[in-house]
């Protein structure tokens, strides 16, 4: 529960930056007190039926909450400050607050929350959505287990409710990914000279039409903050058009580089035999499929399995490829059944992975419907389609699958990651109909190169329909020539390996914050 001692960590403010405090507009604040127990029922109806429902309205409200995390280090320590009520000494004043909304902020955070696990701090974890929260329990199992990270659904922005998350978690910074934002957090973290920090930043054209919507909320909360650390240039450059000094801004590149996961072990390049560990998992996987092609289509959306169906079934007209298959990881798990269902309506033969279906020289597509094997997929594949990208969700990580060698297809919905998506365009490791980053293709050599020519239609853009004939071709191509489409997986691989020193860019930003803040005897 909450702890009766709602007193903050102390700062030692002679050492801080001078900063105001900014208070969003008062129009905001009646909103949210407004809305408040509007999105009490909003939270009923999506959540009543779960067995974890009444836990979530407790952390959403601010009723109760799990017990802080404690040093390692200093268990026996702890035990005794818990048992003479001493919150504030258990706590260790090293607790660092990280919010992540959903699936992807929280995978994309997750090295960076192992490096500062290593580095003596401890974490606690918020989530916004069921899918977030589900991955964060998973993802840090052993963490919570040890008592070196707590976890819980974010508090509501309302300023009673935050003040108590505050007191109860006591940080000495808090962690923002990406571009999730609330004014009041922002406002109560400055009011108790705790910094708050947006990490891995990015502010898409579209979002940032959006928070100009409310310019005034807005700047206040760019001005609140104590560093942004942007992902890229333009990021930078629309966080300060919102109303944040250049002096508050970093640019270090995207987290979604950092990958954490074990390489693939291929025992033999003709039996495909793929042992990773994920999750604290052994993973050991035979799949017997030794010398057909296989292409994955992972964290698919609405709208995308019935084109990768369509793309599968011609495929297999092709008696070159008339062996290939299809493995289909669909990205939240309360659609594992629809998708089977539109798989059986295809007529393709289907094998599910949550039956353990053995897969048979008459498996045509296989349906990956398991969570946290993503990883073993991509590493299988020869071709990887990325999803979220042919219908507008913006794109998921193409990193994953280029960090074990596989090249990439995403479509033209790419805005939450366009500029690794260009990055990996540019070596020939990811192919996306006209995007303008592709290494030059050599006149005489074009039977060598892994990407074929892009098509420049006359208008601006091409239509979807062009776009998903261009994916095909160039999936058809990559499967018809594996050679080559190992040659741009490699690329990939290399290129992955170049941007891995953002995490430690980001790390030392985040650590020279925070000793700007806390006192030198923290520890």
């Given at each position: 529960m909450p702890s009766s001692d709602n007193s903050l960590p102390s700062f030692d403010k002679s050492t801080q930056p001078s900063r105001a405090v900014y208070k969003p507009p008062v129009y905001y604040q009646v909103t949210i007190g407004l809305l408040k127990p509007l999105y009490r029922l909003q939270v009923w109806r999506r959540s009543h039926k779960r067995d974890n429902y009444q836990q979530e309205v407790q952390q959403r409200f601010g009723k109760r909450y799990p017990a802080p995390p404690v040093p390692r280090a200093n268990i026996k320590s702890n035990a005794t400050a818990i048992e003479n009520g001493n919150h504030k000494e258990c706590n260790g004043k090293k607790v660092i607050w990280c919010h992540a909304v959903s699936l992807g902020e929280t995978n994309t955070v997750a090295p960076l929350l192992d490096a500062l696990l290593a580095k003596g701090y401890q974490i606690w974890l918020t989530n916004t959505t069921q899918t977030g929260y589900v991955r964060g329990a998973s993802r840090f199992a052993d963490d919570i287990a040890q008592g070196r990270l707590s976890h819980s659904y974010v508090p509501v922005d309302s300023s009673a409710v935050i003040e108590t998350f505050l007191g109860h978690v006591q940080p000495v910074a808090a962690l923002f990914v990406e571009t999730e934002l609330w004014a009041n957090i922002?406002?109560?973290?400055?009011?108790?000279?705790?910094?708050?920090?947006?990490?891995?930043?990015?502010l898409s054209a579209a979002s940032f039409k959006s928070y100009q919507k409310i310019g005034a909320v807005s700047a206040s909360m760019m001005k609140n903050l104590s560093l942004i650390i942007a992902q890229d240039n333009e990021s930078a450059k629309r966080f300060r058009q919102l109303g944040a000094h250049s002096a508050q801004i970093r640019v270090a590149g995207s987290l979604k580089w950092v990958i954490n996961t074990p390489k693939p072990k291929n025992d033999n390049d003709d039996i495909k035999t793929v042992e990773i560990v994920n999750d604290g998992a052994d993973l050991d996987l035979d799949l017997d499929v030794a010398d057909r092609p296989i292409w994955v289509a992972a964290s698919t959306h609405s709208g995308e399995e019935e084109i990768v169906l369509s793309w599968q079934q011609q495929i297999l007209s092709n008696p070159l490829l008339a062996n290939s298959l299809l493995i289909i990881?669909?990205?939240?798990?309360?659609?594992f059944d629809d998708v089977a269902e539109l798989i059986e309506k295809s007529g393709l033969g289907m094998a599910r992975r949550s039956a353990e279906d053995a897969i048979s020289a008459n498996t045509q597509v296989y349906l990956a419907d398991s969570m946290g094997e993503l990883m073993r997929w991509y590493a299988l594949a020869d071709v990887a389609l990325v999803g979220g990208s042919l219908v507008d969700i913006g794109g998921h990580n193409p990193v994953e699958p280029a960090s074990v060698a596989t090249p990439v297809l995403m479509g033209a919905y790419t805005q939450s990651c366009q500029s690794v998506v260009d990055k990996?365009?540019?070596?020939?490791?990811?192919?996306?109909?006209?995007?303008?980053?592709?290494?030059?293709i050599s006149a005489n050599n074009?039977?060598?190169?892994?990407?074929?020519?892009?098509?420049?239609?006359?208008?601006?853009?091409?239509?979807?329909e062009d776009d998903n004939n261009l994916l095909y071709q160039q999936l058809?191509?990559?499967?018809?020539?594996?050679?080559?489409?190992?040659?741009?997986?490699?690329a990939g691989a290399a290129m992955t390996e170049q941007?891995?020193?953002?995490?430690?860019?980001?790390?030392?930003?985040i650590e020279g914050v925070i000793e700007q803040y806390v006192k030198p005897s923290f520890e």
């Amino acid at each position: 529960m909450p702890s009766s001692d709602n007193s903050l960590p102390s700062f030692d403010k002679s050492t801080q930056p001078s900063r105001a405090v900014y208070k969003p507009p008062v129009y905001y604040q009646v909103t949210i007190g407004l809305l408040k127990p509007l999105y009490r029922l909003q939270v009923w109806r999506r959540s009543h039926k779960r067995d974890n429902y009444q836990q979530e309205v407790q952390q959403r409200f601010g009723k109760r909450y799990p017990a802080p995390p404690v040093p390692r280090a200093n268990i026996k320590s702890n035990a005794t400050a818990i048992e003479n009520g001493n919150h504030k000494e258990c706590n260790g004043k090293k607790v660092i607050w990280c919010h992540a909304v959903s699936l992807g902020e929280t995978n994309t955070v997750a090295p960076l929350l192992d490096a500062l696990l290593a580095k003596g701090y401890q974490i606690w974890l918020t989530n916004t959505t069921q899918t977030g929260y589900v991955r964060g329990a998973s993802r840090f199992a052993d963490d919570i287990a040890q008592g070196r990270l707590s976890h819980s659904y974010v508090p509501v922005d309302s300023s009673a409710v935050i003040e108590t998350f505050l007191g109860h978690v006591q940080p000495v910074a808090a962690l923002f990914v990406e571009t999730e934002l609330w004014a009041n957090i922002l406002t109560k973290l400055s009011e108790h000279h705790i910094p708050s920090i947006l990490v891995n930043g990015r502010l898409s054209a579209a979002s940032f039409k959006s928070y100009q919507k409310i310019g005034a909320v807005s700047a206040s909360m760019m001005k609140n903050l104590s560093l942004i650390i942007a992902q890229d240039n333009e990021s930078a450059k629309r966080f300060r058009q919102l109303g944040a000094h250049s002096a508050q801004i970093r640019v270090a590149g995207s987290l979604k580089w950092v990958i954490n996961t074990p390489k693939p072990k291929n025992d033999n390049d003709d039996i495909k035999t793929v042992e990773i560990v994920n999750d604290g998992a052994d993973l050991d996987l035979d799949l017997d499929v030794a010398d057909r092609p296989i292409w994955v289509a992972a964290s698919t959306h609405s709208g995308e399995e019935e084109i990768v169906l369509s793309w599968q079934q011609q495929i297999l007209s092709n008696p070159l490829l008339a062996n290939s298959l299809l493995i289909i990881v669909p990205r939240h798990p309360e659609r594992f059944d629809d998708v089977a269902e539109l798989i059986e309506k295809s007529g393709l033969g289907m094998a599910r992975r949550s039956a353990e279906d053995a897969i048979s020289a008459n498996t045509q597509v296989y349906l990956a419907d398991s969570m946290g094997e993503l990883m073993r997929w991509y590493a299988l594949a020869d071709v990887a389609l990325v999803g979220g990208s042919l219908v507008d969700i913006g794109g998921h990580n193409p990193v994953e699958p280029a960090s074990v060698a596989t090249p990439v297809l995403m479509g033209a919905y790419t805005q939450s990651c366009q500029s690794v998506v260009d990055k990996l365009a540019s070596v020939g490791a990811l192919y996306q109909p006209n995007n303008a980053f592709y290494s030059a293709i050599s006149a005489n050599n074009q039977a060598s190169q892994p990407l074929l020519q892009p098509h420049r239609s006359d208008s601006k853009q091409s239509s979807l329909e062009d776009d998903n004939n261009l994916l095909y071709q160039q999936l058809k191509y990559w499967l018809s020539h594996l050679p080559l489409a190992k040659q741009a997986g490699r690329a990939g691989a290399a290129m992955t390996e170049q941007q891995q020193a953002v995490l430690h860019r980001q790390l030392s930003m985040i650590e020279g914050v925070i000793e700007q803040y806390v006192k030198p005897s923290f520890e």
